[in-house]
C-alpha cells in the first residue's frame, strides 16, 4: 500500500519563478494538506483541500495556491518565489470525517530559491 | 503561533525509557494532544493522540495530565533508530489543522 507520494524530491529556482509541486495522497485518502518545514523549523500548515476546494487556509499570501484534482491527488503552485520561500514543501493526506484524524505525511519536496 | 512548549533537546540511552515532557497550558476541551516524530530528511511520522485518558500503542504511551495542561511522551525501550525530533502539538478544534512548534530533538546513544 503505497504512502503520499510526492513530486519532485529536490528542485533548485530562482527569484521571480513559478513551481508546481505534486502529491498523490495514501490509497483510501480524499482530503489533502499541504505543509511549509523551514529549515530548524516545524511544518506551518498551508492550506487543505477535499472536494476540489480549498476548505481552510493558513497564513500563507495569495502567491501560494492550490488544487485538488477529481482522482484526489493535489498540486501546491507558488508563483513570484522569494528566497524565504526556500523549504521542505510536506504533503498529507486523511479520509475525510476520519474520527482518528491522523494524517499521513510524504516525504516532503525540497525547494531552494537561489 | 505553537500552543505547546517542548525542551529543544533530550538525550536517552539505549534501552532506557525516554521521557519526553510537552507543555500545552492554553489547550481547550475539545482539542486533542498528537506526537508525531521526524526522522532527518524524512516527512513526520504519526506516533500516539489523546484527548484526555492516557493512551498506549505499539510505539509509545501517552500520560495527560488530570488538568491536560501537559504531557508525556514515553517510548518504554529507545533504540538507536528512535533518535528524531518529536513533536507535541495540539489539533485545532474541528479541523485537521496541526501546529506544530519547533519539537524536541531526541538523541540515543549507545
Known amino acids: 500500500d503505497a504512502g503520499v507520494t510526492q513530486s519532485p524530491t529536490h528542485l533548485i529556482k530562482t527569484r521571480g519563478q513559478q513551481v508546481t509541486l505534486r502529491c498523490s495522497p495514501k490509497?483510501?485518502?480524499?482530503?489533502v494538506s499541504w505543509y511549509q518545514q523551514a529549515l530548524g523549523q516545524g511544518p506551518q500548515f498551508i492550506f487543505q483541500y477535499y472536494e476540489e476546494e480549498e476548505r481552510q487556509r493558513g497564513n500563507f499570501p495569495d502567491r501560494f495556491s492550490g488544487h485538488q484534482f477529481p482522482n484526489y491527488s493535489s498540486e501546491l503552485n507558488v508563483n513570484a518565489l522569494l528566497l524565504g520561500d526556500s523549504a521542505l514543501y510536506l504533503c498529507a493526506s486523511i479520509p475525510m470525517n476520519s474520527g482518528a484524524n491522523v494524517l499521513t505525511f510524504g516525504a516532503g519536496s525540497r525547494l531552494t530559491v537561489l | 503561533d505553537a500552543k505547546t512548549t517542548q525542551p529543544p533537546s533530550m538525550d536517552c540511552a539505549e534501552g532506557r525509557a525516554a521521557n519526553l515532557p510537552c507543555n500545552h497550558s492554553t489547550i481547550s476541551g475539545n482539542e486533542y494532544v498528537y506526537w508525531y516524530r521526524q526522522i532527518h530528511s524524512q516527512g513526520p511520522q504519526y506516533i500516539i493522540h489523546g484527548l484526555k485518558n492516557n493512551e498506549t500503542n505499539e510505539m509509545a504511551s501517552l500520560i495527560i495530565t488530570e488538568d491536560r495542561k501537559s504531557s508525556t511522551l514515553i517510548l518504554p525501550h529507545a533504540t538507536l533508530r528512535d533518535t528524531a525530533v518529536y513533536y507535541c502539538?495540539?489539533?485545532?478544534?474541528?479541523?485537521?489543522?496541526?501546529?506544530f512548534g519547533t519539537g524536541t530533538r531526541l538523541q540515543v546513544f549507545p
Open positions: 502539538i495540539v489539533r485545532v478544534a474541528n479541523t485537521d489543522k496541526l501546529i
Open positions: 490509497s483510501g485518502h480524499d482530503t
